[in-house]
């Protein structure tokens, strides 16, 4: 039966901090309990990274940034959702970040404005600015996996720390 740390071996992330994107280990001290594992950085996307290593979807959130525009200002905002539901970024999403248009930022603008690998961006260590959208369901499932702010690792946290994070909001964001 899959768990959330799966076959891996977690330690303290604070104790490794080169498997952490830089901000991301700037940042830890809002993710106090939050432990790291190396993986095969090819096999970081979800459901890749879930197979490999026998963690259970259920427990592993995936964070995508978003873009969108109201009167010329650009507003951008982190989502966490479980690898299992779907986020409403064009309604709830759209409507809470009140612009009339969003997509998901370009990967090249996202890397450079988190300093994070793309497939590896997590909420950790974002640009103090942006709000970070943290799912219901995310909340629910207690302990996620989450990027590490690179590809060849990743971060097991309790989800409590995610949504106290400076500018978290809990909402109802999956279909």
Known sequence: MATPEGTLSWAPATEHPHLLAPPVAAALGHAPSARVAPIDPTLADTAAFCEAYDSDP??????????????????????????TDRADINGVV?????VRKISFAPMDEAVALTEMEYGGITPVGLPGDWPVLVDEGVMAAGTVVIGSGIRASK??????????????????LSL
């Open 94 to 98: 759209r409507r809470h970040l009140d």
């Open 155 to 172: 971060l097991l946290v309790a989800a409590t720390e995610l949504a106290a994070l400076p500018t978290a909001e809990v909402l109802q």
């Open 58 to 83: 259920a427990h592993s959130a995936n964070c995508v940034v978003v873009a969108g525009k109201r009167g010329g200002e650009v507003r951008r905002a982190a989502v966490l959702v479980l690898a």
